[in-house]
């Protein structure tokens, strides 16, 4: 039941990336992405990494996401329009690029998962054989870290995530002409 379940989470993620990434739609794409942090999220309780999951939940899903709409919310339509491609075809010329380097990193990454030696690898291992377990001081080592070794980084990131939502409220505001 559980590896039924592992997957289901995981066709949701994959589905759900692949959609954020074909539709037209802001608005969509931005829900969609909310289903796929949620469904990572659940993924990360599959691999025993509770902590990771709720801040995936808090930061990304709670934090992040709802950035993301209100950036979307509050910023004018002439900013947000999406250029159609011709009639001629689904894919336009100017996404020949993105395409091409999408294809090249799939490549890259297709390589280095064929040539992976997952027999090094000790978490790997230790799922095979079934002794992965979570350990009891995660937490608290990761609260020590945070306020003391990473608390810059952790800083520098609220601000820049402030600044985004200031830049926002700033394009939201309509140019009065005097």
Known sequence: MEQLVF???AGIV????LMVVAMRNPVRSIFLF???LFSMAGLFIFALA???????VVVYVGGVLVLMIFTFLLSSREILNI??????????????PGIAVALIFFV???VMVYQANPDQIEWVKQARENTLQPTDN?????????MTRYLVPFEVVSVLLMVALVGAAHLARKERKI
């Open 50 to 56: 509770d902590f990771i999951a709720v801040t995936q």
């Open 138 to 146: 995660t937490i608290h080592y990761i609260g020590i870290n945070m």
């Open 34 to 36: 909310f289903v796929t």
């Open 7 to 9: 997957y289901v989470f």
């Open 14 to 17: 994959l589905l759900s990336a």
């Open 83 to 96: 250029p159609l491609p011709g009639k001629r075809g689904i894919i336009g010329l100017h996404q020949l």
């Open 108 to 110: 890259v990454l297709a």
